[in-house]
């Protein structure tokens, strides 16, 4: 009997044909070496995912071995060559190199072996889709194995024995509780939480030394945005700009509770909580939403990185899009490595992926994402929030073999950052709990996040390790909040 998961010869064969000129069409298209051979791997793991079919179909109309694989494969690269904008790029699968050339992906391999790595990734591939997929059958588990190149539903091997199919989540995954959650107790975070009657006093007459967060409103009049110091008592951001309700973002109170900053079409205004003065910034003008990287420097863009100290702006060579929001520094630490969670797609056929960046000699490492809860992975939302150098904390919208019994739009997703690794997922049901917003971590094992719904939030906390969930605190409005970080005395 033929070993099930022995790589058929007929694939081998063509690899052995296919792989090169398909890896020369790629460079054609991508003008990247890297990417060209990681494109030409993917779309054979593909025809490997089909060729019990294909061989099957070449087999039935007296075809060569081989010919369905040519049309798909061809399909699958025009699909590729359209979506970065050359829908006349031309595949020649006959365009046989003159020498094997070297590749960087995996050495100059023998082709037997070549073409066995990518039969047992497609292999391993469809296991952990299958796996993954529990509750909703064989059958969509592999139509969402692959999301091009149309029905994806047939088996990829030949005879292959069908495999156990898990009845729950994969470890390392949960679905928030939809009932009644335990009260836990924060200190400084009131366990009812509302917007203040009167107007408090404002900032520019009486600072605060700190706060422990900030709420910013779209509803009343002017869009304020209120600071909550620990003894409990209100500020009003007089010197904030306007419309700063509007403005807030989840990560734009600093670290230590003491400054605000808001990016606005002109630029830049920091507000000191301390003082109650405002300073404007005006070259600093945002790609996205400001990125604090410690107490002391803030980012607004690749080429604007202020030091607060020095009240310069320096080149950081990346922009707060995907940059980390580091938790966890003591007074006085400053960021020289900062960490992105870079999304998938971007280039086209580059995976979801960290990035580890230098501030001193701005070079970079750049890991995928890894692990068998990282096909789950969909395009990232939000700021990511990082615990130290050993977690980071992220929205994303779900994608892969969801369990149908389970309900999901979004799920928050813990990642190593030296690794790459996806060790913890939680499953939200927006419809049911309300849309999730990161707040940041209360400690290494909990992490913070708000649940908005018909006007009103919960500021809920997530215990990684004892996979419970539980109510910190119930909001009577919905204006965007702004935590320090409660990692720090």
């Avoid at 909040?481 to 990692?487: A, H, V, W, Y």
């Amino acid at each position: 009997m033929r070993d099930q998961s022995a790589t058929p010869a007929e694939f081998v064969s063509y690899v052995d044909r296919r792989l090169r000129p398909l890896e020369m069409a790629a460079l054609r298209l991508t003008g990247d070496e890297a990417q060209a051979e990681r494109m030409a791997r993917e779309l054979m793991t593909l025809a490997a995912l089909r060729w019990g079919r294909m061989a099957r179909a070449d087999a039935r109309h007296e075809l060569p071995a081989g010919a369905s694989a040519d049309v798909y494969v061809t399909k699958l690269f025009h699909q590729e060559a359209a979506e970065l904008g050359y829908p006349q790029m031309v595949l020649n699968l006959e365009n046989v190199p003159v020498s094997r050339r070297r590749t960087r992906l995996a050495g100059q391999l023998p082709v037997d072996e070549e073409a066995a790595l990518l039969w047992d990734g497609a292999r391993r591939r469809l296991r952990r889709r299958l796996v993954i997929g529990a509750g909703a059958g064989a059958i969509l588990a592999l139509l969402a194995l692959c999301r091009r190149g149309g029905d994806e539903s047939n088996q990829p091997l030949e005879e292959t024995t069908p495999l156990a199919v898990s009845t729950g989540l994969p470890a390392g995954a949960q679905a928030m509780p939809t009932g009644v959650l335990n009260a836990r107790n924060i200190q400084g975070v009131p366990e009812k939480l509302s917007l203040p009657t009167e107007m408090p006093p404002a900032i520019s007459a009486s600072p605060l030394p700190r706060a422990i967060l900030l709420i910013g409103s779209t509803v009343l009049a002017g869009e304020p945005v209120f600071a909550l110091a620990d003894n409990g008592t209100w500020r009003h951001l007089d010197t904030a700009p306007r419309g700063a309700g509007t403005l807030l973002a989840p990560n734009s109170l600093s670290p230590d509770g003491k400054v605000a900053v808001f990016g606005v079409a002109t630029g830049s205004v920091l507000v000191d909580l301390t003082t109650g003065a405002q300073q404007v910034l005006p070259e600093a003008v945002p790609s996205a939403r400001p990125v604090w990287l410690s107490e002391q420097q803030v980012l607004f863009s690749s080429a604007a990185l202020l030091d607060r100290v020095s009240g310069k702006l320096g080149i950081a060579g990346a922009g707060p899009e995907n940059t980390v929001t580091p938790r966890l520094r003591e007074s006085g630490d400053r960021t020289n490595v900062m960490i992105e969670l870079l999304p998938a797609g971007q280039p086209l056929t580059a995976p979801a992926r960290v990035r580890r960046w230098s501030l001193i000699d701005r070079t970079s490492v750049t890991i995928p994402l890894s692990g068998p809860l990282s096909d789950l992975v969909g395009p990232w939302e939000g700021p990511a929030i990082g615990f130290g150098d050993d977690r980071v904390a992220r929205l994303c919208r779900p994608t892969g073999a969801i369990p149908a019994s389970v309900r999901v739009s979004w799920m928050v997703v813990v990642v190593s950052p030296k690794t790459g690794e996806v060790a913890r997922l939680l499953m939200i049901d927006s419809a049911a709990l309300g849309v999730p917003v990161l707040l940041g971590w209360e400690s290494e094992r909990r992490l913070l996040l708000t649940l908005a719904a018909r006007g009103g939030q919960e500021i809920v906390s997530w215990d990684l390790s004892g996979e419970t969930v539980s109510r910190v605190s119930q909001a009577d409005f919905a204006g965007t909040l702004s935590m320090r970080d409660l990692t720090r005395v």
